[in-house]
């Protein structure tokens, strides 16, 4: 067991939710209250990587964080370092594959909250952000919930852009995923199966969470 490999993966899940968080919030509210030209085309590239070959979606990404690039080079003059091969920039890919993850959901869970629900709160002069934390927040948390846990388990999971990206340095971008590939490739059956088994308890775990969590928030909400 790759217990290096395993604390890596669950940092850079950590990370990655941590981050998402917020924007799937103000996203997943923007894409379900808004209508704007243009949504359709923000909509489809949101659920990009959902279609894309993963190394080919890596192989972009790793165009974009090279050092030749202008991210690669603005990187290395305001961090030094580069940004490919990097934790930093695995926890930048990992947020940017995770989009469709995230914002859907959450947008699924604004888009349930009733319209005269929100007119009522407006008209009764709550402000913007009053209205989000006290009435739409508490409503569409299900569907927020459901974005994070899904974003945490597929971060764990995700081999080819991480890959691409980070490449396997362990201690740095080794995930548990790639630990897998490389114990398979030696060999090593024992290995990959425990921590293939150690990933799918960790997934089934947060499934289980979250399920439990919605029935407690859907019971409290009446």
């Known amino acids: 067991m790759d217990w290096t490999a395993l604390a890596l993966s669950l940092r850079l899940a950590g990370w990655t939710v941590a981050i998402l968080l917020p924007v799937s919030i103000l996203a997943g509210r923007a ?7 243009g949504k359709r085309l923000v909509e489809a590239l949101i659920m990009l990587p959902l279609v894309l070959p ?17 991210l690669g080079q603005l990187w290395t003059q305001v961090f030094g370092g580069q940004l490919v091969f990097s934790f930093p920039g695995l926890v930048l890919a990992s947020v940017i594959f ?33 209205r989000l934390w006290r009435i739409e927040l508490p ?13 945490f388990a597929h971060t764990l999971g995700e081999f080819g852009i991480v890959l691409m990206v980070g490449g396997s340095i362990p201690g740095e971008t080794k995930t548990v995923a790639i630990a897998i590939y490389d114990s398979v490739q030696g060999f090593d059956d024992r290995g990959a199966a425990i921590m293939s088994a150690v990933l799918v308890g960790i997934s089934l775990a947060a ?5 439990w969590l919605s ?8």
Do not use: H, K
Request: glycine share 10%.
């Open 207 to 211: 499934i289980m969470a979250t399920t």
């Open 31 to 37: 894409l379900a209250y808004r209508r704007f030209r």
């Open 54 to 70: 993963p190394t080919v979606f890596g192989f972009y990404l790793l165009t974009a964080f090279g050092g030749a690039s202008p």
């Open 98 to 130: 995770n989009l469709p993850f995230a914002i859907q959901p959450a947008q699924r869970g604004f888009e349930a909250v009733a319209v005269d629900l929100r007119e009522a709160a407006a008209c009764c002069g709550m402000s913007p952000l009053r």
């Open 139 to 151: 409503l569409a948390w299900p569907g927020v919930l459901t974005a994070l846990v899904l974003t």
């Open 215 to 222: 029935a407690r928030i859907g019971r409290r909400l009446g």
